[in-house]
């Protein structure tokens, strides 16, 4: 990657700042999505629908990294998956136009796998589901599967342990600016040390007996933890 990551909660699990130790724990902080109807521009004809993905604070533009403010953004490089369904008239999924798509960001804009483009006229009404980090094992969108990394004293494994979810199945008829807006699944747990432990360099902070394992529904706010082997994060 071009630069390390920063993260809100983060992607990795295990995070020393000063004399603060963060981590995030899959205690599902399960937060709402954004339910608002986005503004865009419809235009009659074919039109290739763009992607701008925000997410929330902490828990505005971000990449999984997670700063000393607590806020998470994307960077380049970043992957998210994307599920598309066409709007049946009751508002739910009808048939489904994208199955787990690897978007990438690279640096600007969102940039779909070869195949993955979305084109659409003024008729068409979908339903947008996304996630990352990006697995190209994911087959259902209401069966996400996702562990976080034990070891979170990793950049790397820290940014890839903040699992994010959204969901737009508010967008008008024909719009091909699509907000998609992503929630942390999991929760931080920031640790403040205090005595000699604070600034020795050798501190480490583990949770024992740990249940990481959880399925994931996008079209809900539902965290499930799976039952296997307690770990130590």
Known sequence: ?????SRGLGDV?????????????SLCGCLACTDDQEAS???????????FMTIALPESNTRTETNAYMSTKFIKGDSVGVFVYQRAEDGTDG?????????????????????GEIVIDENDALNYYAYYPYNEQVKDYKRVPF??????????????????RTKNNKMAK?????????EHAFTLIQL???????IDPNTAVTLCGMKTQVMVDLTS???TTVEGEAVDI
């Open 192 to 198: 403040n040390l205090n005595g000699t432990e604070a």
């Open 95 to 115: 048939e489904i136009w994208l199955s787990n798509v690897k978007y990438t960001y690279d640096g600007s804009r969102w940039i779909p796998e070869a195949g």
């Open 174 to 182: 024909g719009a091909n600016s699509v907000q998609l807006h992503f």
């Open 1 to 5: 990657r071009d630069q390390p990551r």
């Open 13 to 25: 699990y295990k995070r020393q700042w000063r004399n603060s130790v963060v981590l995030l724990m």
């Open 221 to 223: 706010d539902e965290v």
């Open 41 to 51: 521009v419809i235009q009659k004809g074919p039109q290739q629908v763009r992607f």
């Open 147 to 164: 562990q976080p990394y034990a070891e979170q004293n990793v950049a790397m494994n820290y940014n890839c342990s903040d699992f994010l």
